[in-house]
C-alpha cells in the first residue's frame, strides 16, 4: 500500500510570521494519520517553520534547490542548507520554474540527483502545456521529461521519489483534469517507472496530481487507483481547505 501524500506549495506567499499563524492554525484540527501532509514553504520560512511543526506529523518542504553543494551561486541555497533545517522534501522542476526561471529537463535531473544524496525526496513536477495536450502530446511530453529528470537515479532511490502531475493548464486556473485524465497519466507514469525500473518500484512509487485541486474535488481525485496524492497550491493558502485535503 502507498501512503497517500498531500503537500502544500505555498509558492511565493507568506512572510514568517504568517507562516507560523497559518501552521498554528492547521495545528488547531485533527488530521489523518494515514495521510502524509507536507507542507513546502518559502525559503526564508523553512527554519521557523520547522519548529513550529515540532510535535506533529507535518512534514517540512523546500520549493527549490541548487544541485551544487557550495559555491560561487548568488542568490541560490544548496541542498545542505536545507538538510540543516530539517527539510524532507523538495519541490522540483515545477512548471512555474521551468517557465519563468529556465530550468531544463538537465538542471532537474541534477536536483532530482543532488537531494536523493542529500536525503531529501524530491517532488519531481511534470506536465504538459494546453498546446501539447491539444495537438494530443501530452503522453510523449511527460515520458521525456520523467525519462531525463530520472536519468542515472539508482532504483534503490526510486522509492524516495515523488512524481507530481501537473498539467500546466490546471495550475492556479480553476480548471482541473477529469479524475479519469488525471488517473490516466498517473498510471502512464506509472508504467513508464515499471519500465526503466522494476515491478517493485512501479508499485511503490508514490504519484500526485497537481492542478487547482481543492476540497471539493480531492475525494473523487484520490478514489482513483494510480493517484496518490495531490501537490496544491492556492487551496494550501487557506487552513480549512489544506485540513479538508488532508481528511478527504
Ligand atoms: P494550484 O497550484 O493548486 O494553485 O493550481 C498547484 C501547483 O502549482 O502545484
Request: include cysteine; aromatic fraction near 6%; glycine fraction near 8%.
Amino acid at each position: 500500500m502507498r501512503l497517500p501524500i498531500i503537500a502544500g506549495n505555498w509558492k511565493m506567499n507568506n512572510s514568517i510570521s504568517e507562516s507560523i499563524k497559518l501552521i498554528e492554525e492547521i495545528k488547531n484540527h485533527v488530521l489523518d494519520k494515514g495521510v502524509e501532509a507536507v507542507v513546502c514553504a518559502p525559503y526564508t520560512s523553512l527554519n521557523e517553520v520547522k519548529k513550529a511543526l515540532e510535535g506533529t506529523d507535518i512534514r517540512l518542504g523546500a520549493q527549490n534547490m541548487h544541485w551544487e553543494e557550495s559555491g560561487a551561486y548568488t542568490g541560490e541555497i544548496s541542498p545542505a542548507m536545507l538538510k540543516e533545517i530539517g527539510v524532507d522534501y523538495c519541490i522540483v522542476g515545477h512548471s512555474e520554474r521551468r517557465q519563468y526561471f529556465n530550468e531544463s529537463d538537465d538542471t532537474v535531473n541534477r536536483k532530482v540527483r543532488t537531494a536523493l544524496k542529500y536525503g531529501i525526496k524530491p517532488i519531481l513536477c511534470v506536465g504538459e502545456t494546453l498546446e501539447e495536450r491539444e495537438a494530443g502530446e501530452e503522453e510523449k511530453v511527460v515520458k521525456k521529461q520523467v525519462l531525463k529528470a530520472l536519468e542515472d537515479v539508482k532504483k534503490d532511490d526510486i522509492a524516495d521519489v515523488v512524481i507530481a502531475y501537473e498539467p500546466i493548464w490546471a495550475i492556479g486556473t480553476g480548471k482541473t483534469a477529469s479524475s479519469d485524465d488525471a488517473n490516466n497519466m498517473c498510471n502512464f507514469i506509472r508504467n513508464i517507472i515499471g519500465n526503466k525500473y522494476d515491478e517493485a518500484a512501479k508499485e511503490r512509487i508514490r504519484i500526485q496530481y497537481g492542478g487547482s485541486v481543492k476540497p471539493n474535488t480531492i475525494k473523487e481525485l484520490m478514489a482513483k487507483e494510480d493517484v496518490d496524492g495531490a501537490l496544491v497550491g492556492g487551496a494550501s493558502l487557506i487552513a480549512e481547505d489544506f485540513v479538508s485535503l488532508i481528511n478527504y
